[in-house]
């Protein structure tokens, strides 16, 4: 059985907040299904967007939509994304080291 998107969000966020990562919600998409993208701002200017995808195995994956461009750049991203799919959820994380935990297990 599948998590909905709003339990994911929660656990997510506690265990950024664990391990001393500063993150918040700057949109809530649908409870149940939405998609989910991570904005990693660096605290220099620049900043990433990862999107959750499916590889070609059915595997949910993380995948880069941008990588280290100017924050606004990354915003302009995550507007179009948000313009295409009401749905969307947004994270937003503030972390000098670009720290993301998405490479951790369960987080697919």
């Not at 500063?22 to 605290?43: E, N, P, Q, S």
């Not at 995808?53 to 880069?64: A, H, I, M, Q």
Request: charged fraction near 25%; proline fraction near 3%; include cysteine.
């Amino acid at each position: 059985m599948a998590l909905t998107t709003d339990f994911w969000v929660s656990a997510y966020l506690a265990r950024l907040g664990a391990a001393g990562i500063f993150a918040h919600l700057m949109h809530r998409g649908d409870a149940t299904a939405g998609a989910v993208a991570i904005k990693v701002a660096t605290m220099d200017g620049n900043a990433s967007v990862f999107l959750r995808s499916y590889d070609g195995t059915g595997r949910r994956v993380w995948t880069p939509r941008c990588k280290t461009v100017i924050e606004a750049e990354a915003d302009n991203v995550l507007a179009r994304q948000r313009q295409f799919d009401p749905d969307l959820w947004v994270i937003e994380i503030e972390d000098p080291k670009g720290r993301h935990l998405l490479e951790e297990d369960g987080l697919d």
